[in-house]
């Protein structure tokens, strides 16, 4: 199971139509179909039944999906935690005797600013 796969799902039960969900995700029906196939074949399950207007979770789908939101809702968690950590600014501060910094503090700022 990929991530991918994951997010491939949770945009077909959002549009409950795999032409929808594959304009959506901006990739040709046939991978969407394979990556949802994919998943079905890998568990077992048999998340979606087809109707001749869209398709609509099983019971089996319904379970996926509950499980699927969350680990995905954690994934984006993490993945905006670790991108603040990643972030983090540290302050410099200087002590600069008054003379030293009439002088030549103002040359030393504009330098380290370029």
Known sequence: MRLTQL????????YQNMTRA?????????????AIHELEDE????????KSRGIVLTE????FYKEAEKLLEHVDSFCEQMSELGNVKHNVRLGV????S???FP????????
């Not at 568990?43 to 087809?50: A, E, P, S």
């Not at 089996?60 to 379970?63: L, V």
């Open 22 to 34: 594959a304009a959506e995700l901006h990739v040709s029906q046939p991978s969407l179909s394979n």
């Open 102 to 104: 009439a002088v030549v």
């Open 60 to 63: 089996q789908g319904e379970i």
């Open 107 to 114: 040359r030393l700022f504009a330098a380290f600013c370029r």
């Open 97 to 100: 005797p008054y003379m030293l």
């Open 43 to 50: 568990f077992g399950l048999v998340l979606f039944r087809r």
């Open 7 to 14: 997010k491939y799902f949770q945009t077909v039960c959002r």
